[in-house]
């Protein structure tokens, strides 16, 4: 009982550790999307 309440405990950490990565790899691809439409209206500006 104890160890397939490990194992549950394990899979939902290795589960939330993968949607806690997925989530900041598309905050940070929005970031550079975001970086560089700056750059681009910076360049259009100058």
Request: no cysteine; aromatic share 4%.
């Amino acid at each position: 009982m104890s160890f397939a309440l490990l194992a549950i405990i394990l899979l939902s950490l290795w589960s939330l550790t993968k949607t806690i990565e997925k989530s900041r790899d598309k905050i940070l691809e929005e970031e550079r999307e975001q970086t560089k439409l700056l750059k681009e209206i910076r360049d259009k500006l100058n």
